[in-house]
């Protein structure tokens, strides 16, 4: 007689509290990332603009001393001057319509646009991570399940295709790297802080530390002056 053969079907466990601060520090991450990346093509953009400004209020001055000098007049200052007047404020003025041009192909404010709704919907999500997170212990757990399946897990997506349709993959990668570097420092130095704080509570001689010391203990550079 062959053995009754059974199978048993259970399950996973899903701990909320692990989840909820491993999808904080996913959802942060990203979140930091899509921030360097839009700090990185503001300053890119405010560069050009700068360039533009500069460019335009150069031209006018140009075309002012030609104006006051009467840099045109061949019979005063030669062919040579008059040509070089009449040259430099065209030249400029082509140089303001490339740059003006490159902005454009760059499509900067479309892009930091893009960049900017996937922020407020990452920082949405983080904030109702936290939210949860605070009424853990006090809410039921089937409702706070409830709550992160249907409200934060997909408020999450959708801020995930926001990401994934403005940036590409490999500079992604790259601010990822750099968003993970900065969380795992900063977590660093929460814990040098919080130990240091915990050494003065449980002594019971007043003890003094000087901002040298603190200072000391940070990394000089950051990551993203790389």
């Not at 001393?65 to 082509?94: H, M, R, V, W």
């Not at 920082?123 to 089937?142: D, F, G, M």
């Not at 001689?205 to 990394?219: C, L, R, V, W």
Request: aromatic share 8%; net charge neutral.
């Amino acid at each position: 007689m062959e053995n009754d053969k059974k199978i048993i079907s259970t399950e996973p466990v899903l701990d909320i509290y692990t989840e909820l601060q491993d999808k904080y520090y996913e959802v942060r991450c990203k979140r930091d990332a899509v921030s360097l990346i839009h700090q990185q093509l503001n300053t890119e953009s405010n560069k050009f603009n700068k360039i533009i400004i500069f460019l335009s209020l150069f031209t006018g001055f140009l075309e002012t001393l030609k104006f006051q000098l009467d840099l045109t007049n061949k019979e005063k200052y030669g062919t040579a001057t008059t040509n070089t007047a009449g040259i430099c404020p065209i030249f400029l003025s082509t140089l303001i319509a490339i740059i003006s041009s490159l902005i454009k192909f760059k499509k900067y404010p479309e892009t930091m646009e893009l960049l900017t709704t996937a922020l407020i919907k990452l920082n949405n999500v983080i904030n109702k991570i936290r939210s949860l997170q605070e009424c853990l212990h006090y809410a039921p757990l089937t409702e706070t399940k409830k709550t992160y399946k249907d409200v934060i897990l997909t408020d999450y997506r959708n801020a995930l295709l926001e990401i994934e349709g403005s940036i590409y993959p490999s500079i992604r990668h790259k601010a990822f790297i750099k968003a993970q570097y900065n969380i795992i420092k900063q977590l660093k130095n929460d814990i040098k802080y919080n130990n240091k704080i915990k050494k003065i509570l449980n002594s019971n001689e007043t003890t003094i530390i000087g901002i040298d010391e603190i200072s000391n203990d940070t990394e000089d550079k950051n990551i993203n002056e790389d």
